[in-house]
């Protein structure tokens, strides 16, 4: 049995939105304990918080957990972005690095090392596949709206990538809500009046929280519901209550699962705390490891783990982020009555790469300087 003491340093952002942090650090904790009941390892656990989530932030946090606390390993939630920024620290003091997020930006696998995982939803892939099929079912122009922070992560560059690799001749066409008062978020119903402009064959909508309520709200009272069809991040689902009508919203969600199995799990996949179910796989694959480690490294022993979540088995190595994942596509049908969300597997659809041409010529070129995980404002 293992008898080794193990510290895990935990990176906590903080989010106005979602209890991203709480919700990570109880997952995390609750699976270990869970896994490890039988065995001698003992496991502390050394959080620090990192607001925000930007580069210094986090490189304040690892150097703290790294050379004052000497942990063996780190975990948290990081965006893929500052995760690229500071991954050779990882390698430079031989210490395993497990990265959850839902993957708002595209890790680019040049810039991670061997000591970097990466456990992910992986939104980019499936905001790609969305506009695949969106160009295919509903037509060649596209919108994409969001507020101002979520605007600055990968969803739309994906959408649009997704809808050339159907039609090289569509159209993405683009309205983002600009902030107002200091403090306050944005008000989405400034983006319809050029959603009237353009009259796009179908919306993408990146707003979340609050902001995701006024949009839904504005895009019913306007009469959208009717006859432009709406795709979005499941966030958009969240805040649907008795008041509104019935209406249609196309998401998707990645999985290693095939269509069978992925059914019966699509409304966790969907809607249940998500950053709760990564600390929960990241719990998982730690567990493993710890239980196989014996004389070999941690790092080595993670490499070697196969562990599995609701999403199926964990596909974590950093050198070819989302390989073997399934993207599915799902109808949810909201009733107008409380709690009345529908979700339906529609089909598999059409999926990205990280090895595709197009999409690696893109992220050799300029990228976002927003660094925070997605909902870390």
Known sequence: MNTNHIAIGVLLP???????????????KRTLAEKLTASNCTVEFIPEFIGQGSKSAVEEAINKLIGYHQVDL???????????????KFEKHRIPFLINNIGEHVPHPNRFNPYVFINSTHTWQQVWSLGHWAVGTFGKRGMFVAGIYDAGYSFS???????????SQSVLAFSIAQLGQPGKTTDPRDVFKHIA????DFIFSAFCGGEASAFLAEYIRLGYHKNTPLLALPFLLQPFDAQQQALEIYTAVTSTLDMTDVE????KLNTDRPFDELGSATG????????????KGLKEAINGTISH?????????????GKANYVYLV???????????EMAVQEPLKTVEITDNELMKNMEGPSSGWGNPYLGV
């Open 74 to 88: 780190i975990t948290g939630v990081l965006s893929n972005q500052v995760g690229m920024e500071v991954a050779e």
């Open 309 to 321: 979540s609701i999403r199926g088995a964990l596909q974590i190595d950093s050198s070819w982020p």
């Open 264 to 267: 019966p799990v699509v409304q």
């Open 197 to 200: 402009t353009f009259e796009p």
């Open 331 to 341: 109808k949810n049908t909201h009733h107008g009555e409380e709690n009345s969300i």
């Open 284 to 295: 998982s694959i730690l567990a493993e490891a710890l239980s196989k480690k014996d004389d």
């Open 157 to 167: 560059n994906m959408l649009k990538l997704g809808m050339e690799a159907a039609d």
């Open 14 to 28: 903080a989010s106005t939105i979602l209890p991203m942090g709480k919700d990570f650090e109880r997952g995390l």
